[in-house]
T-cell receptor, first 110, second 113 residues
């Protein structure tokens, strides 16, 4: 079966660093995605990892270990606007649907 | 704005109604997707179309009927829905041969009464 796990909720303060973990077990792997979803809005693409290692994009970085079935999203210099749900998703083959985890709701306080 | 539009944004329908959801992408993509997002549940795939051909149907009940007339447009026809079908319906698009990230429309919030 397909299984993607991530914590349900996390809290952090402005200016801090937070790491959101994701573990996955899927039949086939063609990449792992992170999306951000604010309440009532559509998910927006943050990052894509298909090879092991760290991808950095401004304040956000994403890491992948294929052998461990593990990824994390690192958010630095947190801002209030980073309060959102962060979705981890895996695609098994090119051009196929994403399999999503339940999402991690991050609350950033001042 | 992601380049994917959906109409209507909100829809309330009775169990005996027939309605359609529309999605249009302006990104030159050739794969389109319907997802369902219910409270407290992960985003759930419904259908995938590659180059206008349906390639995945995630055991969706026949009261949901997709249509993809071309690579830019996707419809979801609804009839005799149940209250448990109330959810946010999201359309997405991507390139079949990469880059693989999917871009989502704003969704249609559907309420079945």
């Amino acid at each position: 079966g397909q299984n993607i796990d991530q914590p349900t909720e996390m809290t952090a303060t402005e200016g801090a660093i937070v790491q959101i973990n994701c573990t996955y077990q899927t039949s086939g792997f063609n990449g792992l995605f992170w999306y951000q979803q604010h309440a009532g809005e559509a998910p927006t693409f943050l990052s894509y990892n298909v090879l092991d290692g760290l991808e950095e994009k401004g304040r956000f970085s994403s890491f992948l270990s294929r052998s461990k079935g593990y990824s994390y999203l690192l958010l630095k210099e947190l801002q209030m606007k980073d309060s959102a749900s962060y979705l981890c998703a895996v695609t098994r083959q090119a051009g196929t649907a994403l399999i999503f985890g339940k999402g991690t709701t991050l609350s950033v306080s001042s | 704005e992601t380049g994917v539009t959906q109409t209507p944004r909100h829809l309330v329908m009775g169990m005996t109604n027939k309605k359609s959801l529309k999605c249009e992408q302006h990104l030159g993509h050739n794969a389109m997707y319907w997802y369902k997002q219910s409270a407290k549940k992960p985003l759930e795939l419904m259908f995938v179309y590659n180059f206008k051909e349906q390639t995945e149907n995630n055991s969706v009940p026949s009261r949901f009927s997709p249509e993809c007339p071309n690579s830019s447009h996707l419809f979801l026809h609804l009839h005799t829905l149940q209250p448990e079908d109330s959810a946010l319906y999201l359309c997405a698009s991507s390139q079949v041969r990469g880059p693989y990230e999917q871009y989502f429309g704003p969704g249609t919030r559907l309420t079945v009464t």
